[in-house]
């Protein structure tokens, strides 16, 4: 079954304790993706990664790291976890890059709720 | 700043009618625009994408419209039903970046 998958759904965790949230999708997909969900704000776009070792900041990257090592993977790293960065994050992979020219619809992961406290 | 609104929080429409979601943009020339549905605790699932040189899309009960000159999308559920209540999210595409509107709560009663 095509499918983002992400792990942990949940956690709970401390200020400062380092933490990577996995995802994985199985689609050979080339372009990644990683969002924030918050309540009156939306879905906003971390970072992402049009292929291997290819990765660009979104739109609010700071206190977040990812990596594009393999083309099925895109971890993302909270180095030192803040509360401001409790949320629900998605991670989505798409056929290829957003362009102008092809478009394809991105297909999203079933979530990771993170509390940092 | 770019901008993105989609018309209101939430919506309340009667079973069997035409639901219609607005989404408006500013400072912004997107190449096309997409339409998710997102139910409670998932991920956005996508559902019609529109480019910037067509007036209309539809499929099965779904139509979208989109103009560039009003910068404005329409989103229409025809013959609403119950399972069509969710969170729909409206979406605009322009090179290698995505920017999402909040959503609209859509809530067919029935």
């Known amino acids: 079954e095509a499918q983002v998958t992400q792990n942990p759904r949940y956690l709970i965790t401390v200020t400062g304790k380092k933490l990577t949230v996995t995802c994985s999708q199985n689609m050979n997909h080339e372009y990644m993706s990683w969002y924030r969900q918050d309540p009156g704000l939306g879905l906003r776009q971390i970072y992402y990664s049009m292929n291997v070792e290819v990765t660009d900041k979104g739109d609010v990257p700071e206190g977040y790291k990812v990596s594009r090592k393999e083309k099925r993977n895109f971890p993302l790293i909270l180095e030192s976890p803040s509360p401001n960065q409790t949320s629900l994050y998605f991670c989505a992979s798409s056929l290829r890059r957003l362009a102008k020219i092809s478009s394809y619809e991105q297909y999203f992961g079933p979530g990771t709720r993170l509390t940092v406290t | 700043s770019q901008k993105i609104e989609q018309n209101s929080e939430a919506l309340n429409i009667q079973e069997g009618k035409t639901a219609t979601l607005t989404c408006n943009y500013t400072n912004y020339s997107p190449a096309y625009l997409q339409w998710y549905r997102q139910d409670p605790g998932r991920g956005p699932v996508f559902l019609l994408l529109i480019r910037e040189n067509e007036k209309e899309k539809r499929k099965e009960r779904l139509k979208v419209t989109f103009d560039t000159t009003l910068k404005q999308s329409l989103f229409h559920i025809t013959a609403s039903q119950p399972a069509d209540s969710a969170t729909y999210l409206c979406?605009?595409?322009?090179?290698?970046?995505?920017?999402f509107g909040k959503g609209t709560r859509l809530h067919i009663l029935p």
């Open positions: 979406a605009l595409v322009g090179d290698d970046k995505i920017i």
